[in-house]
């Protein structure tokens, strides 16, 4: 048979018989090793496998177009939906996410396309929705916001929404935060309702993280433009300049005056020419008025004001024809110990000393002759107009009583007074307003030992007393009170003269004796030994006995007597040459007789 040729035709026929027969796999190929590689699981979980290259290539599309999802993160949103209920919005996430509209109550006009500040609150609920938090998110921004402003002294704007106790609750990027009534203003706040529903502008001046306090305040922006006004201010200012202000405050001892954006002190004492107790007797609070520049203090920013220095001072006003010895009416306006200040005119004074309120010598306070707000009449004792000084007296307006004190008091005449005062020596009586006299303590009792005046009366009680001395030079008057009586020692030196015998009874026991008491003036003093009795035993005390006076002495009241001289001789002639020396020492001598003849002379005469 002849060899058979393929035509063209039979050629292409084959190939394209050839290419339509798939070519081997490598299962096909090598069936042993696709069976070891092979991935059960994925087989059986139905998971087609996936090419690294095309796997990365989609990681890469993730990470350019989707956020991270995380919860507790805060991320931009822009709103594409708004329902009756809801807002959805797009985090460019694998889903769109869902806000209640009622976390946007503060914003009535959101609408789509704005751009908000978003929470992943859940990553997916069961329907595989996003749930996100705009409240939330404001919370975290607003405390990163107002920490941020705390460290940086940032000024932050605020709502204030009510009041509360200590101060009012300011809205701060959505924080309630605290604003003391102290930090509102650097002036007392009187109406705190007007600063409700207002905007403000604060500094946010302490964070407690702990319990999530925040403070604020609004003066402290106030206080930082007053200091830079402050320096402007002083740096124009200059020492007897006019300027005019308010009253801001009152004080007791004076008030502040703001003179637009800087405050100057008026002292009390620069109020007024005439005294005052408290400022708001001359002004009153948000009063405007006009001040002069005393003194400032660049370094401390503080500035002395004046009132009164506008007007003139009043000692320039005063009546040129004042003159010393002139009468002058005033009111009291300031009472002291040593005297009182009486104004004469308004800014004008004159002190009346005490000294010069009576004419008495006896030290005693201004408060007993006049009172705050007397209107009193004095006469001017001098007047220095340079000085601005004035002395007053009332005293000078009455008679002096020493004028005719001869005519009143003559030595000998017989007074009654008050005790004044007491001294150590004596005490003074005052007869009459501005007479006193003084009693030495010799001259109050015939009998008594006294050792202090207190021992005999009391201040106020009512003394009769006996001129002795007068004294007109030195306006001074010797007064006695014992002179009232006649002295009780002149019969006391008969009755118990040396040699006469008395019954008594042993009082006290004392150093080198005993006392006995004869009557109430008379106390006799026994020494020792002329305590023995007649068997040799001694007397004691309460014993009673009969006693000789051996010895008696008028000017010093001085008696002494004895038991023993009663039973023994020897000492009974002692005693009796005594007795016999006395009587003879009493008997009246030729000036003794002189003397007696002179006085009845004197009587006869009529002196």
């Known amino acids: 048979m002849a060899e058979e040729k393929n035509t063209p035709e039979v050629e292409e026929v084959a190939g394209m018989a050839t290419k339509s027969q798939p070519a081997l796999s490598e299962q096909q190929e090598n069936p042993e090793k696709f069976l070891s590689d092979f991935n059960w699981h994925n087989y059986e979980e139905g998971i087609d496998p996936i090419d690294d290259e095309k796997l990365e290539e989609f990681e890469k599309l993730v990470a350019e177009n989707?956020?991270?999802?995380?919860?507790?993160?805060?991320?931009?949103?822009?709103?594409?939906?708004?329902?009756?209920?809801?807002?959805?919005?797009?985090?460019?996430?694998?889903?769109?996410?869902?806000?209640?509209?009622?976390?946007f109550r503060y914003n009535p006009n959101l609408k789509e396309?704005?751009?908000?500040?978003?929470?992943?609150?859940?990553?997916?609920?069961?329907?595989?929705?996003?749930?996100?938090?705009?409240?939330?998110?404001?919370?975290?921004?607003?405390?990163?916001?107002?920490?941020?402003?705390?460290?940086?002294?940032?000024?932050v704007n605020g709502f204030v929404k009510c009041r509360?106790?200590?101060?009012?609750?300011?809205?701060?990027?959505?924080?309630?935060?605290?604003?003391?009534?102290?930090?509102?203003?650097?002036?007392?706040?009187?109406?705190?309702?007007?600063?409700?529903?207002?905007?403000?502008?604060?500094?946010?001046?302490?964070?407690?993280?702990?319990?999530?306090?925040?403070?604020?305040?609004?003066?402290?922006?106030?206080?930082?433009?007053?200091?830079?006004?402050?320096?402007?201010?002083?740096?124009?200012?200059?020492?007897?300049?006019?300027?005019?202000?308010?009253?801001?405050?009152?004080?007791?001892?004076g008030v502040f005056v703001d003179l637009g954006g800087v405050d100057g002190l008026v002292h009390i004492t620069d109020?007024?020419?005439?005294?005052?107790?408290?400022?708001?007797?001359?002004?009153?609070?948000?009063?405007?008025?006009?001040?002069?520049?005393?003194?400032?203090?660049?370094?401390?920013?503080?500035?002395?004001?004046?009132?009164?220095?506008?007007?003139?001072?009043?000692?320039?006003?005063?009546d040129e024809n004042l003159k010393v010895g002139d009468k002058v009416k005033g009111k009291v306006v300031v009472i002291a110990d040593y005297g009182a200040f009486i104004e004469v005119a308004e800014g004008v004074e004159g002190l009346i000393h005490v000294s010069e309120m009576s004419w008495s010598t006896h030290l005693r306070s201004a408060q007993d002759f006049v009172n705050v707000g007397d209107e009193v009449e004095a006469?001017?004792?001098?007047?220095?107009?340079?000085?601005?000084?004035?002395?007053?007296?009332?005293?000078?307006?009455?008679?002096?009583?020493w004028t005719d004190i001869t005519t009143k008091y003559p030595v000998g005449s017989r007074h009654s007074g008050i005790v004044r005062n007491f001294t150590n020596f004596g005490v003074f009586v005052e007869l009459e307003e501005g007479i006193d006299g003084l009693i030495y303590i010799s001259d109050l009792s015939w009998t008594k030992k006294i050792k202090h005046p207190s021992e005999f009366c009391?201040?106020?009680?009512?003394?009769?007393?006996?001129?002795?001395?007068?004294?007109?030079?030195?306006?001074?008057?010797?007064?006695?009170?014992?002179?009232?009586?006649?002295?009780?020692?002149?019969?006391?030196?008969?009755?118990?003269?040396?040699?006469?015998?008395?019954?008594?009874?042993?009082?006290?026991?004392?150093d080198k004796g005993a006392t006995i008491e004869f009557n109430e003036d008379i106390t006799a003093f026994v020494p020792t030994r002329h305590l023995e009795k007649e068997d040799g035993s001694k007397l004691g005390k309460g014993d009673e006995a009969e006693f000789i006076i051996i010895e008696f002495n008028k000017e010093f009241k001085r008696v002494v007597a004895?038991?023993?001289?009663?039973?023994?001789?020897?000492?009974?002639?002692?005693?009796?040459?005594?007795?016999?020396?006395?009587?003879?020492?009493?008997?009246?001598?030729?000036?003794?007789?002189?003397?007696?003849?002179?006085?009845?002379k004197d009587r006869m005469e009529g002196k």
């Open 271 to 318: 109020l007024s020419w005439s005294r005052i107790n408290h400022p708001n007797e001359i002004v009153e609070l948000d009063q405007k008025l006009n001040v002069v520049i005393l003194d400032f203090d660049e370094a401390k920013t503080r500035i002395q004001l004046g009132l009164k220095q506008l007007s003139k001072h009043p000692w320039e006003a005063l």
């Open 113 to 155: 396309g704005d751009k908000v500040e978003v929470l992943i609150d859940v990553r997916e609920d069961s329907t595989g929705q996003l749930i996100l938090s705009h409240r939330k998110a404001r919370v975290i921004k607003a405390w990163d916001r107002v920490n941020a402003a705390h460290e940086e002294g940032t000024i």
């Open 458 to 510: 009391n201040v106020g009680d009512k003394l009769d007393v006996v001129v002795l001395e007068l004294d007109v030079d030195g306006r001074k008057l010797s007064l006695g009170h014992k002179q009232t009586e006649d002295n009780p020692w002149d019969k006391y030196v008969t009755e118990f003269a040396v040699g006469t015998k008395h019954t008594a009874t042993i009082d006290e026991m004392v």
């Open 562 to 600: 004895s038991h023993m001289s009663i039973h023994k001789e020897e000492e009974a002639k002692i005693v009796k040459q005594a007795a016999k020396k006395s009587q003879e020492e009493n008997k009246p001598t030729l000036g003794d007789a002189n003397a007696d003849l002179q006085a009845l």
């Open 66 to 103: 989707f956020v991270d999802t995380l919860d507790d993160e805060v991320v931009e949103g822009t709103v594409i939906n708004i329902t009756d209920r809801d807002a959805i919005i797009d985090i460019n996430a694998k889903s769109e996410g869902v806000i209640s509209l009622n976390e």
């Open 164 to 253: 509360t106790k200590g101060g009012m609750i300011v809205d701060v990027f959505g924080i309630e935060a605290f604003l003391p009534g102290s930090q509102i203003d650097v002036k007392p706040i009187r109406d705190y309702d007007a600063y409700v529903n207002k905007t403000m502008e604060f500094k946010v001046v302490k964070i407690n993280h702990e319990f999530k306090n925040v403070v604020v305040s609004h003066k402290a922006l106030i206080e930082a433009d007053i200091e830079e006004q402050k320096k402007e201010i002083i740096g124009q200012l200059e020492k007897g300049q006019v300027l005019e202000g308010t009253v801001k405050n009152i004080t007791s001892y």
């Open 379 to 401: 006469q001017i004792l001098t007047l220095d107009r340079e000085e601005r000084k004035m002395s007053l007296g009332i005293k000078q307006l009455t008679p002096d009583p």
